[in-house]
């Protein structure tokens, strides 16, 4: 098999132990890689200055076994319909190892939300939601923030669907709390980065209290992520963003820092410009440094078979979607670093997003504590799931994770039968 490290290439590979592990048929591998469905669409926009501008649209439904597709819509110019069916079929194994009743589905737009204004990337935004609103809805496909999208687009899908088929606010997740969102999802993905990797040191009789974490992307997962560990006690020594990175040995503190580089991005400067004791250093610095919990929290690739070598951290706790590639998950495996598969490592999203799911179909609100301590639990009960199963088989953490999903789609699928 011929690997060029493309997410879905590597996300084959990961398939591909799960499969041989429970002795999968040919048939049914070929019927769990393959997506229910794939959409592909045109979006034309007049932009303000008269001119026409020529976008498209994508949503990949993978698997419904375990009930409605689930997962979120992605903005971002370097996107395509393979890169969709992978993510797809992450969400998939994602729900499926958190015993979420969903399925996986993945989509969004090839554009760049930075280079429109906020009339265009609504009207963008709307059309979109028009063209897949046959697909979706409470029971069938339930879409959610990613990468450059967020509470604000998914209210003006709310509303875009809203207009033929009601005002329900389980259509999509990660709405405004004024929309029916729920309090505690905007930061959820970052919570339970934070506590899956206190649970990972836990595993190791280590102390959380001074473990020392590089976090590279302080977007939503990765700000969120350095806050809650720098709460339970982890000394944040490096941060970056597409842009570079800062370090400091002594750690920063987190709080006032991460308030200085939100008033840096409002200026549309980086994080290197900030005005603090530190060093500069390169992304590629930053995931070389030698630190107890290594956070890739940005795009995916970004440890890969050309650096894969150089990594000094112990354990490496996937934020962001496949940040590993497959050529380099089993060399770090063999150099005895630990990874935390993204299907369990960033969970805490859409596992929140299946929270207020369940308040907007009852139509009643939690409060954040309470949200976040269901989150804690139904993470923990993973985490124990994984280490379990990787103990008894004699699995790394990424083949315990996703023999469990696997096994559980399997399942369903023979259950409901063809």
Known sequence: MSLKDTPRESCERFLDHAFDHLTVSPEMSQLLRSPYREIRFELPLKRDDGSISLFFGYRVQHNQSRGP???????????????FVALAQ????????????????????????????????????????????????????????????????????????????????????????ELGGAPGRLEATGYGVAQITAMVAAERNMAIEGATVAIQGVGNVGAHAAGFLSELGAKVVALSDSHGGIYNASGFDVNRTLELIAQNKQ???????????????????????????????????????????????????????????????????????????????????????????????????????????????????????????????NLNYRQAAYVIAVERIIKAINLRGF
């Not at 209210?155 to 259509?171: K, Q, R, T, V």
Request: proline share 5%; net charge negative.
């Open 69 to 83: 597709f689930k997962g979120g819509l992605r903005f971002h110019q370097d996107i395509d319909l393979e890169h």
């Open 90 to 177: 992450i969400m998939t194994w994602k729900t499926s190892l958190l015993d979420l009743p969903f399925g996986g589905a993945k989509g969004g737009i090839n554009c760049d939300p930075g280079t429109l204004s906020e009339r265009e990337l609504e009207t963008l935004t709307k059309r979109y939601a028009q063209r897949i609103s046959m697909f979706i809805g409470p029971d069938r496909d339930i879409p959610a923030p990613d990468m450059g999208t967020g509470p604000r687009e998914m209210a003006w899908i709310l509303d875009a669907c809203s207009h033929n088929e009601g005002f329900n606010p389980a259509i999509v997740t990660g709405k405004p709390v």
């Open 267 to 393: 200026r549309h400067k980086s994080i290197q410009d900030l005005n603090s004791d530190f060093d500069k250093i390169s992304n590629a610095e930053l995931l070389e440094l030698e630190v107890d919990f290594l956070i890739p929290a940005a795009v995916g690739g970004v440890i890969n078979e050309q650096n894969a070598d150089k990594l000094q951290a112990k354990t490496v706790i996937e934020a962001a979607n496949m940040p590993v590639t497959c050529k380099a998950d089993a060399p770090l495996h063999e150099n005895g670093t630990t990874i935390i598969p993204d299907i369990l490592a960033n969970a805490g999203g859409v596992t929140a997003s299946y929270l207020e799911w369940v308040q907007n179909r009852q139509r009643y609100q939690w409060s954040k504590e309470k949200l976040l301590e269901n989150l804690k639990e139904r993470l923990q009960r993973s985490w124990n799931l994984v280490r379990d199963r990787s103990a008894k088989d």
